[in-house]
């Protein structure tokens, strides 16, 4: 049922592919990169790591929100550029 149900709305609702990439790039980087080490600070696993573990948390973070805007801007480009063209 799910299945068909999604089936129903991707086949009416317009841009649909390109809404699921702008989620889909919202939610990866998120959930993959950025979260994680915000939750491992907050639980106060950064204070009592070693300088490696902290520059190494501090990359990951970095290169999760860059490429957290990069697909962010690149799917919302492709989705305004489906609207202007249609």
Do not use: E
């Not at 299945?3 to 841009?15: D, E, W």
């Not at 948390?57 to 063209?85: C, E, P, Q, S």
């Amino acid at each position: 049922m799910i299945v068909c149900a999604v089936g129903l709305i991707a086949s009416v609702v317009p841009y649909f592919g390109d809404v699921m990439d702008l989620l889909g790039a919202l939610a990866t980087y998120l959930l993959v990169f950025v979260m994680p080490i915000l939750f491992y600070h907050r639980l106060g696993g950064l204070k009592s790591a070693s300088l490696l573990s902290k520059t190494w948390a501090w990359i990951i973070f970095v290169a999760g929100l860059v490429a957290l805007v990069m697909g962010t801007y690149d799917a919302t480009k492709h989705l305004t550029d489906d609207i202007r063209n249609k």
